[in-house]
Protein backbone atom coordinates (compact mmCIF):
# COMPACT_ATOMS: atom_id res chain seq x y z
CA UNK A 1 0.00 0.00 0.00
CA UNK A 2 0.98 3.51 -0.87
CA UNK A 3 0.50 6.18 1.86
CA UNK A 4 -0.40 9.71 0.47
CA UNK A 5 -0.69 12.95 2.79
CA UNK A 6 -3.16 14.95 2.02
CA UNK A 7 -3.54 18.71 3.60
CA UNK A 8 -7.50 19.93 3.47
CA UNK A 9 -7.92 23.96 4.75
CA UNK A 10 -10.68 23.43 7.83
CA UNK A 11 -11.56 27.14 9.10
CA UNK A 12 -8.89 28.36 8.24
CA UNK A 13 -6.43 25.98 9.53
CA UNK A 14 -4.38 22.92 7.39
CA UNK A 15 -5.21 19.87 8.77
CA UNK A 16 -3.06 16.77 7.60
CA UNK A 17 -4.63 13.94 6.63
CA UNK A 18 -3.16 10.33 5.71
CA UNK A 19 -4.73 8.42 2.64
CA UNK A 20 -3.85 4.89 1.96
CA UNK A 21 -3.81 4.10 -1.78
CA UNK A 22 -4.48 0.33 -2.71
CA UNK A 23 -1.25 -0.53 -5.71
CA UNK A 24 -2.21 -3.07 -7.21
CA UNK A 25 0.13 -6.09 -7.35
CA UNK A 26 2.42 -6.78 -9.94
CA UNK A 27 2.75 -10.62 -11.23
CA UNK A 28 6.35 -11.15 -12.41
CA UNK A 29 7.55 -13.60 -14.01
CA UNK A 30 11.43 -13.87 -14.33
CA UNK A 31 13.95 -15.07 -16.94
CA UNK A 32 17.15 -14.60 -16.31
CA UNK A 33 20.64 -16.02 -18.00
CA UNK A 34 23.04 -15.72 -15.32
CA UNK A 35 21.81 -17.43 -12.14
CA UNK A 36 23.38 -14.57 -9.26
CA UNK A 37 21.08 -11.95 -10.96
CA UNK A 38 18.11 -14.34 -11.32
CA UNK A 39 18.01 -15.29 -7.32
CA UNK A 40 19.15 -11.98 -6.67
CA UNK A 41 16.11 -10.59 -8.38
CA UNK A 42 13.87 -13.72 -6.69
CA UNK A 43 15.17 -13.00 -3.11
CA UNK A 44 14.55 -9.02 -3.49
CA UNK A 45 11.03 -8.79 -4.88
CA UNK A 46 10.31 -11.47 -2.44
CA UNK A 47 10.01 -8.54 -0.24
CA UNK A 48 8.72 -6.06 -2.16
CA UNK A 49 4.94 -5.41 -1.82
CA UNK A 50 3.99 -4.49 -4.50
CA UNK A 51 5.77 -7.48 -6.88
CA UNK A 52 4.48 -10.75 -6.52
CA UNK A 53 7.04 -13.46 -8.32
CA UNK A 54 5.53 -16.29 -9.78
CA UNK A 55 7.85 -17.98 -11.34
CA UNK A 56 12.16 -17.96 -12.28
CA UNK A 57 13.63 -19.18 -15.00
CA UNK A 58 16.99 -19.63 -16.76
CA UNK A 59 16.07 -19.98 -20.63
CA UNK A 60 13.55 -18.92 -23.01
CA UNK A 61 12.36 -21.62 -25.05
CA UNK A 62 8.98 -20.90 -26.90
CA UNK A 63 7.54 -23.83 -26.16
CA UNK A 64 8.05 -23.49 -22.28
CA UNK A 65 7.83 -19.99 -22.32
CA UNK A 66 4.55 -20.25 -24.02
CA UNK A 67 2.93 -22.46 -21.37
CA UNK A 68 4.44 -20.18 -18.26
CA UNK A 69 2.49 -17.24 -19.87
CA UNK A 70 -0.90 -19.37 -20.26
CA UNK A 71 -0.54 -20.56 -16.68
CA UNK A 72 0.99 -18.38 -14.36
CA UNK A 73 -0.66 -15.32 -16.36
CA UNK A 74 2.13 -12.74 -15.22
CA UNK A 75 1.36 -9.20 -15.66
CA UNK A 76 5.36 -8.26 -16.74
CA UNK A 77 7.67 -10.72 -17.73
CA UNK A 78 11.75 -9.08 -16.25
CA UNK A 79 14.14 -10.84 -18.84
CA UNK A 80 17.61 -10.56 -18.20
CA UNK A 81 19.94 -11.03 -21.09
CA UNK A 82 24.01 -10.18 -21.65
CA UNK A 83 23.22 -9.42 -25.64
CA UNK A 84 20.04 -8.50 -26.63
CA UNK A 85 19.95 -10.62 -30.38
CA UNK A 86 17.30 -11.18 -32.91
CA UNK A 87 17.12 -14.88 -32.40
CA UNK A 88 15.87 -13.74 -28.88
CA UNK A 89 12.95 -11.58 -30.17
CA UNK A 90 11.98 -14.29 -32.44
CA UNK A 91 11.63 -16.97 -29.53
CA UNK A 92 9.73 -14.14 -27.44
CA UNK A 93 7.34 -13.75 -30.88
CA UNK A 94 6.89 -17.65 -30.57
CA UNK A 95 6.05 -17.76 -27.00
CA UNK A 96 3.61 -14.32 -27.00
CA UNK A 97 0.40 -15.90 -28.66
CA UNK A 98 -0.24 -17.49 -25.03
CA UNK A 99 -0.49 -13.93 -22.80
CA UNK A 100 -0.50 -10.89 -25.29
CA UNK A 101 -1.23 -8.54 -22.21
CA UNK A 102 1.90 -9.03 -20.19
CA UNK A 103 4.53 -6.42 -20.04
CA UNK A 104 8.20 -7.01 -21.05
CA UNK A 105 11.15 -5.26 -18.85
CA UNK A 106 14.12 -5.90 -20.64
CA UNK A 107 17.53 -5.65 -18.88
CA UNK A 108 21.00 -6.46 -20.83
CA UNK A 109 24.77 -5.71 -20.81
CA UNK A 110 24.80 -5.04 -24.86
CA UNK A 111 22.62 -4.25 -27.49
CA UNK A 112 22.33 -4.47 -31.29
CA UNK A 113 20.83 -1.81 -33.08
CA UNK A 114 18.42 -3.92 -35.27
CA UNK A 115 17.37 -6.01 -32.27
CA UNK A 116 16.32 -2.95 -30.60
CA UNK A 117 13.78 -1.91 -33.68
CA UNK A 118 13.38 -5.25 -33.88
CA UNK A 119 11.74 -5.17 -29.99
CA UNK A 120 10.28 -1.85 -30.58
CA UNK A 121 8.09 -3.36 -33.54
CA UNK A 122 7.13 -6.30 -31.53
CA UNK A 123 6.21 -4.12 -28.69
CA UNK A 124 4.25 -1.72 -30.83
CA UNK A 125 2.38 -5.28 -31.64
CA UNK A 126 1.54 -6.31 -28.35
CA UNK A 127 0.31 -3.21 -27.20
CA UNK A 128 1.56 -3.80 -23.90
CA UNK A 129 3.97 -1.56 -21.94
CA UNK A 130 7.88 -2.40 -22.55
CA UNK A 131 11.05 -0.92 -20.78
CA UNK A 132 15.02 -1.51 -22.20
CA UNK A 133 17.63 -0.91 -19.90
CA UNK A 134 21.30 -1.21 -19.48
CA UNK A 135 21.78 -3.76 -16.42
CA UNK A 136 24.66 -1.15 -15.17
CA UNK A 137 21.59 1.48 -15.28
CA UNK A 138 19.92 0.26 -12.38
CA UNK A 139 21.28 1.27 -8.94
CA UNK A 140 18.47 -0.67 -6.97
CA UNK A 141 15.62 -2.65 -6.43
CA UNK A 142 13.43 0.07 -5.71
CA UNK A 143 14.40 1.78 -8.47
CA UNK A 144 13.69 -1.94 -10.99
CA UNK A 145 10.17 -2.34 -8.97
CA UNK A 146 8.73 1.72 -10.13
CA UNK A 147 9.74 0.62 -13.94
CA UNK A 148 7.70 -2.72 -13.33
CA UNK A 149 5.18 -0.83 -12.03
CA UNK A 150 5.20 1.96 -14.77
CA UNK A 151 5.37 -1.22 -17.58
CA UNK A 152 2.68 -3.19 -15.80
CA UNK A 153 0.36 0.07 -16.38
CA UNK A 154 1.52 -0.04 -20.70
CA UNK A 155 4.16 2.95 -20.03
CA UNK A 156 7.46 2.03 -22.47
CA UNK A 157 10.77 3.06 -21.06
CA UNK A 158 14.20 3.39 -23.35
CA UNK A 159 17.46 3.87 -21.92
CA UNK A 160 19.26 7.04 -23.01
CA UNK A 161 22.08 5.67 -24.07
CA UNK A 162 20.30 3.15 -26.07
CA UNK A 163 18.07 5.70 -27.35
CA UNK A 164 20.71 7.47 -28.19
CA UNK A 165 22.42 4.78 -30.26
CA UNK A 166 19.26 4.51 -32.15
CA UNK A 167 19.04 8.13 -33.01
CA UNK A 168 22.43 7.66 -34.36
CA UNK A 169 21.74 4.75 -36.36
CA UNK A 170 18.84 7.01 -38.20
CA UNK A 171 15.53 6.17 -35.81
CA UNK A 172 14.68 8.79 -34.61
CA UNK A 173 11.13 7.88 -33.10
CA UNK A 174 10.84 6.29 -29.97
Known sequence: ??????????????????????????????????????????????????????GLSAAVEPESLGRVLATLRP??????????????????????????????????????????RRLRAFARKTGSGCAYLFKHSIDNIGQLTGVIQAVSQGRVIMDPVIMEGLIEAGESRA
Open 1 to 54: MQKTSVVAVKESRLVGTEVVQKVKRVRLYILEEQELLRETYGTSFSVEAEIEVV
Open 75 to 116: DVLLIGTKVLQAAFIDKLEASWGKSPCAGIVLLSALYEVNSI
